[in-house]
């Protein structure tokens, strides 16, 4: 693992998750965004890993790279201990690092299932496009899955990921295959600024 810092992300600056891709063994279920184009949707989809518990995301082209770490401890650090159970690949060809994976592209094209009645398969890998674009054809055409979410208009990236992912946590839970987490365990395991009803 090295580490970086990712600009413009309000979540921790330092980051220690960044894995050797050379290495690294594909993990569904998995996010990949292709050639994204800013670092804080990079980083607001690390976030939504960590919250939906998805262990890898990859990240594809050179729009995004994270710098050298300089070494500075960050005080937020600690508190957003979830992001390092979430490992981070950039890497052009994630695809063959994948043995038994679903990949779902999701995407506003004809022909895909729309996620209302999408039933998430048991091992995906979800690719998202970039910002500025869209997966490109090739990368598409090896997907199993074609996935839109029926929004008015297109979504921000990390927007996008965040809905897939929250979409699986409560399809899971609804089907009593992930546990629904109480507000008391909600409460510790949030690190932030506590509400108080008072
Ligand atoms: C901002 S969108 C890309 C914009 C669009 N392709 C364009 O050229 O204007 C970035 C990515 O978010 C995802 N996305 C956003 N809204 C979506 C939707 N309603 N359904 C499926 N995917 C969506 C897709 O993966 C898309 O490639």
């Not at 970039?130 to 074609?146: A, M, Q, V, W, Y």
Request: net charge neutral; charged share 25%.
């Amino acid at each position: 693992m090295s580490a970086g810092v990712l600009r413009g992300f309000d979540g921790p600056t330092q980051l220690d998750n960044l894995g050797d891709p050379t290495k690294a063994v594909g993990k569904a279920p998995a996010v990949a965004l292709i050639d994204p184009r800013y670092g804080h949707n990079v980083g607001n989809a690390l976030r939504a890993c960590a919250c939906f518990g998805i262990e890898q995301l990859w990240w594809t082209g050179n729009r995004v790279q994270l710098d050298s770490w300089k070494g500075e401890r960050l005080p937020r650090e600690e508190r957003m201990k979830g992001y390092k159970n979430v490992q981070m690949f950039n890497y052009d060809r994630f695809f063959d690092k994948f043995k038994d994976v679903t990949p779902v592209a999701v995407e506003l094209r004809p022909g895909t299932e729309s996620l209302i009645e999408f039933e998430h398969p048991e091992n995906p890998l979800y690719i998202f496009g970039p910002e500025d674009g869209s997966i490109p054809r090739h990368l598409n055409n090896l997907c199993h899955r074609l996935l839109v979410i029926p929004s008015h208009n297109c979504l921000n990236l990390a927007a996008a990921v965040n809905v897939v992912l929250y979409d699986r946590r409560a399809k899971r839970v609804r089907a009593g295959l992930e546990e629904n987490l109480s507000i008391g365990e909600l409460l510790k395991e949030h690190r932030g600024p506590i509400l108080s009803n008072s």
